[in-house]
């Protein structure tokens, strides 16, 4: 019933039961491992989030589902703004903003990737909170490497414009491959055309393995086609 609550945003339901709490499971798990502090930040119920933020002692506000996410995870891989702002402003509730899910995804990578543009940018408005914007998953990769990868130009437009938080742009993955490879190797010339706009900051050299072995010709004409801003 508690999960139910909070996930459907019933307020007054959610806080009587948290008023009989030691009658009440409140971090029983369903079949997936969700809670219902998990169910409630997915759900982007914004007004449960703050309650149960205000009741933080009894619930488990660090919890993971069956692949490892925790209730932040989601909240910024739905783009929910607003409960990601709660998050952020009580951090000082222990909170692991760079936990890591099974896969060694963090919740920036995961709105970087699921182009959530807001939650990025309230992240890169955030810098003190402590969150890790170089963090790589379990291939190496960055959310700004996956933000190039998925041809996501929004969200590389962010990283370009927020350099002044030392966001390693020419970091590589364990193939080697920088952002800018990997926009060329997906054929994004939007994302290319932005990252070569901006080659007094990008790396834009490509190495000859992978020039001649994953780009492919429409994209080495594309390339020869635009000049370099210098």
């Given at each position: 019933?508690?999960?139910?609550?909070?996930?459907?945003?019933?307020?007054?339901?959610?806080?009587?039961?948290?008023?009989?709490s030691k009658?009440?499971?409140?971090?029983?798990?369903?079949?997936?491992?969700?809670?219902?502090f998990?169910?409630?930040?997915?759900?982007?119920?914004?007004?449960?989030?703050?309650?149960?933020?205000?009741?933080?002692?009894?619930?488990?506000?660090?919890?993971?589902?069956?692949?490892?996410?925790?209730?932040?995870?989601?909240?910024?891989?739905?783009?929910?703004?607003?409960?990601?702002?709660?998050?952020?402003?009580?951090?000082d509730?222990?909170i692991?903003?760079?936990?890591r899910?099974?896969?060694?995804?963090?919740?920036?990578?995961?709105?970087?990737?699921?182009?959530?543009?807001?939650?990025?940018?309230?992240?890169?408005?955030?810098?003190?909170?402590?969150?890790?914007?170089?963090?790589?998953?379990?291939?190496?990769?960055?959310?700004?490497?996956?933000?190039?990868?998925?041809?996501?130009?929004?969200?590389?437009?962010?990283?370009?414009?927020?350099?002044?938080?030392?966001?390693?742009?020419?970091?590589?993955?364990?193939?080697?491959?920088?952002?800018?490879?990997?926009?060329?190797?997906?054929?994004?010339?939007?994302?290319?055309?932005?990252?070569?706009?901006?080659?007094?900051?990008?790396?834009?050299?490509?190495?000859e393995?992978?020039?001649?072995g994953?780009?492919?010709?429409?994209?080495?004409?594309?390339?020869?086609?635009?000049?370099?801003?210098?």
């Amino acid at each position: 019933a508690f999960m139910i609550a909070c996930a459907n945003g019933h307020k007054d339901v959610v806080q009587l039961l948290l008023d009989h709490s030691k009658r009440i499971e409140l971090n029983a798990r369903d079949n997936f491992g969700w809670t219902a502090f998990v169910w409630a930040c997915a759900n982007g119920q914004k007004y449960i989030v703050q309650l149960l933020l205000d009741h933080s002692k009894k619930i488990d506000l660090n919890a993971r589902d069956n692949n490892g996410l925790t209730a932040f995870m989601h909240a910024c891989k739905k783009s929910h703004k607003g409960v990601v702002q709660l998050f952020l402003k009580h951090s000082d509730l222990n909170i692991e903003l760079n936990a890591r899910a099974n896969n060694g995804w963090t919740a920036f990578m995961m709105a970087c990737f699921h182009e959530s543009i807001d939650v990025v940018k309230l992240i890169f408005d955030h810098s003190g909170s402590n969150i890790e914007l170089n963090a790589r998953t379990n291939c190496g990769r960055t959310g700004f490497m996956w933000a190039c990868s998925e041809g996501l130009e929004d969200v590389v437009q962010l990283f370009l414009h927020h350099q002044d938080l030392n966001i390693d742009l020419n970091a590589r993955d364990d193939y080697a491959m920088t952002g800018f490879m990997w926009a060329c190797k997906n054929g994004h010339k939007d994302v290319v055309q932005l990252l070569l706009d901006n080659s007094d900051i990008i790396n834009i050299d490509i190495p000859e393995h992978i020039y001649f072995g994953k780009i492919s010709e429409e994209m080495k004409y594309f390339i020869e086609m635009h000049p370099i801003n210098n």
